[in-house]
């Protein structure tokens, strides 16, 4: 597997205004999904036990076939992001990610809406949904934290 494109935190920074917007529709459209898949689920078990006023067949197929479209539109909008080397990690959440480097190292640098910028990292081993500040960790290792709090005392 290729070494994917690495950013720096001001270049991911730059494309945050376009990746709100996208990841947006992305958690809208998730949230969406989620109500009408447990409201077909919901349907379908109450018409299964019942011989009540539920819709139709068709109407149901008409809703399942909505469904599958909007899955069709999660991978365009994911697709949109990953032409600029962003990576949607959870569809609820909004949390994405591009590669950036740390020390040399390969890391994951991320952001989810209700953030200002890309301030959370993980290493290529953790976790996807494992988020370290990145101030901590620059911070920590230039011993600029430690001696910031020893003069703050």
Known sequence: MSQPAVFSTDAANKRLPYVQTVVRDIVALARDLQER????????????QSDGDFPSSEELEQMVQ???????????LEKELNLIQVNV???????VEMASQLDDQL???????????????????????????????VAGRHGELSERMDTDR
């Open 107 to 137: 890391i994951w640098i991320n952001w989810q809406p209700g953030e200002a910028e890309f301030m959370f990292w993980r290493s290529n081993d953790d976790d996807s949904m494992m988020r370290r500040p990145l101030l901590e960790s």
């Open 37 to 48: 898949q447990e409201r077909l689920s919901e349907i379908g078990h109450l018409r299964e």
């Open 89 to 95: 990690v959870d569809r609820n959440s909004g949390l």
């Open 66 to 76: 909505s469904v599958e479209h909007d899955f069709a539109r999660f991978d365009e």
